[in-house]
Antibody, heavy 120, light 110 residues
Framework: QVQLQESGPGLVKPSETLSLMCTVS????????WSWIRQPPGKGLEWIGF???????NYIPSLKSRVTISIDTSKNQFSLKLSSVTAADTAVYYC??????????????WGQGTMVTVSS | QSVLTQPPSASGTPGQRVTISCSGS????????VNWYQQLPGTAPKLLIY???QRPSGVPDRFSGSKSGTSASLAISGLQSEDEADYYC???????????FGTGTKVTVL
């Protein structure tokens, strides 16, 4: 059974870079599309972007200038970097899988999420 | 600001039928499939409906999805207390070239 687990600092200072890792267990990362989604406290979901197992990426336009998603197939991990963060980037960050038999964009497996607070 | 609009809340008594709407445009719902997610309090979202009206294994058949033009709907029949959650529609948007979520609907069982 495939599981995803986010990891990374829970507190990031303004103007610095937020870095998170998602570890895939119980299956190979060498297939599917691997996504990041965030949810500010008390608010809705926002898709950040995805990376394919071949390394091709797609980011939401509003964050494109600050976001980098990368993949390490040898470690079964993919990561998120968000630069120049502000308080508006405070959110629970989820990693998720897409591209299964449920459809190219259906996010069928999610991590539990990790809270990241941007504060000095 | 989401491009998919949902009512902020919906409610019903146990056993009732509740319907949640999701309004989009020709660049998202009008040309791509719609997925629905359920987020129970304090947990990660879960895929509830995919490609408009299909349910993953384990999702009760009380949940059903439909689409017409640039709008989609999620229906919960025979509402149960464990259905209290936030529900989000989502679809690929060809104009944004990205995946968009709806604004979310909180379902309350009275």
């Amino acid at each position: 059974q495939v599981q995803l687990q986010e990891s990374g600092p829970g507190l990031v200072k303004p103007s610095e870079t937020l870095s998170l890792m998602c570890t895939v267990s119980g299956g190979s990362i060498s297939s599917y599309y691997w996504s990041w989604i965030r949810q500010p406290p008390g608010k809705g979901l926002e898709w950040i972007g995805f990376i394919s197992y071949t390394g091709s990426t797609n980011y939401i336009p509003s964050l494109k200038s600050r976001v980098t998603i990368s993949i390490d197939t040898s470690k079964n991990q993919f990561s998120l970097k968000l630069s120049s963060v502000t308080a508006a980037d405070t959110a629970v960050y989820y990693c998720a899988r897409a591209g299964s038999s449920f459809g190219a964009d259906a996010l069928d497996i999610w991590g539990q999420g990790t809270m990241v607070t941007v504060s000095s | 600001q989401s491009v998919l609009t949902q009512p902020p809340s919906a409610s019903g008594t146990p056993g009732q039928r509740v319907t949640i709407s999701c309004s989009g445009s020709s660049s998202n719902i009008g040309s791509n499939t719609v997925n629905w997610y359920q987020q129970l309090p304090g947990t990660a979202p879960k895929l509830l409906i995919y490609t408009g009206n299909q349910r993953p294994s384990g999702v009760p058949d009380r949940f059903s999805g439909s689409k017409s033009g640039t709008s989609a709907s999620l229906a919960i029949s025979g509402l149960q207390s464990e259905d209290e959650a936030d529900y989000y529609c989502a679809a690929w948007d060809d104009s944004l070239n990205g995946y968009v979520f709806g604004t979310g609907t909180k379902v309350t069982v009275l």
